[in-house]
């Protein structure tokens, strides 16, 4: 709006009222938001972006000088950004737990062996007080796929210490993953480069 342009006195005071009511709807929400525990949530949906998402909360907590640790399930790459960054980071433990898509292993067995060798080792994390915030990327796949038993890994995730904070990404999330949740985002596919042929791009896919 350049200086010669004036807002009308009428629909700036509506604006005020507005933005008014607005506060005070905001200021009671937060009011009433009373209580402290740790939080279980899934990012789920066909839309990119569930991973990095998890992973800007793994640098916000570290901001804060709290512990992560990570647990990728599917993925089989070493190479990617966010592992060669949050890999160095002192209170960050990064577990590459995949074998790469079903699709790419084609091999029901050894994909069930796999995800039941990467829970054995995502689990300790889930037990130890002295880690703040657990990634389970990708872990819907496997228990998608049945190669994980969802009820047994929601009564470990239960059982974790009070104050944890246990993020699960992935496509398709299970019914009882969501019902479980204390938040849950879906994230859309709307358009996205790769079905123009355009190559993942380091830095932002990898």
Do not use: C
């Not at 972006?49 to 640098?59: E, I, P, V, Y």
């Amino acid at each position: 709006m350049t200086s010669d342009q004036k807002i009308n006195p009428e629909k700036a005071e509506r604006h005020k009222k507005r933005m008014q009511r607005k506060e005070e709807i905001v200021d009671a929400s937060i009011e009433r938001a009373d209580k402290n525990k740790g939080l279980l949530i899934v990012l789920t949906g066909n839309g990119k972006g569930k991973s990095s998402s998890a992973f800007g909360m793994l640098a916000r907590a570290l901001g804060h000088g709290m512990s992560g640790g990570v647990a990728q399930f599917i993925k089989g790459r070493t190479d990617t950004g966010e592992e060669a960054f949050f890999s160095k980071q002192d209170n960050v433990t990064w577990h590459v737990l995949g074998g790469g898509f079903s699709w790419k292993t084609q091999d029901l067995a050894a994909d069930t062996e796999k995800a039941e060798m990467g829970w054995q080792i995502a689990l300790p994390m889930l037990q130890d007080p002295e880690i703040d915030l657990v990634i389970l990327d990708e872990l819907t796949y496997p228990l998608k796929y049945g190669w994980l038993d969802t009820e047994t890994i929601l009564t470990a995730i239960a059982a974790r210490p009070p104050m944890q904070h246990v993020v699960i990404t992935g496509r398709a999330a299970p019914k009882a993953v969501i019902e479980a949740a204390d938040t849950v985002s879906e994230i859309g596919d709307i358009k996205h480069a790769f079905r123009a042929g355009i190559k993942a791009q380091q830095g932002i896919d990898l």
